[in-house]
């Protein structure tokens, strides 16, 4: 009955250490990063969470083989998904975020239960993963 926040392959330590502090703030306090991200001991990680490394449990782990036995839902953000703000809240669950320059995994993508996308206005193609996962986040568990 909790929340986990799920990262497939974050490759960039200022974003993996903005998202910890995403976690923190919101209160989620297990973090599942797959194998192919980034060290979550890099310097530049430790120092873009400003301290909440301490209180965020991460685990480095194969996120598909964890995915597969999962029983609860599995939120993905992906461009194609439903829109946040149709979204109820997330209980308990995983919120799966992939990288920052493709995405969720095809690997990882038939594991998830339910799609989801912010809703935009302007022209941009996309969103940083850390802004991305804030915008989220708020929805989801603010």
């Not at 200022?14 to 979550?40: E, P």
Request: net charge neutral; with cysteine; proline share 4%.
């Amino acid at each position: 009955n909790e929340v986990a926040l799920a990262l497939d392959s974050v490759n960039d330590p200022g974003n993996l250490g903005t998202i910890i502090r995403i976690a923190d703030w919101y209160g989620i306090r297990k973090l599942l990063l797959n194998v192919n991200s980034v060290d979550v001991y890099n310097p530049k990680v430790v120092s873009a969470t400003k301290g909440s490394l301490t209180r965020v449990k991460i685990y480095n782990i194969n996120l598909e083989e964890y995915l597969a036995d999962y029983q609860g839902k599995i939120y993905g953000a992906d461009l194609g998904g439903e829109m946040l703000n149709t979204v109820k809240p997330l209980k308990s669950g995983v919120l799966l975020m992939g990288s920052e320059s493709h995405g969720i995994s095809k690997e990882l993508t038939p594991y998830i239960t339910k799609i989801i996308t912010i809703p935009g206005k302007g022209g941009a193609e996309s969103l940083n993963v850390a802004v991305a996962t804030g915008i989220i986040c708020n929805h989801l568990f603010g």
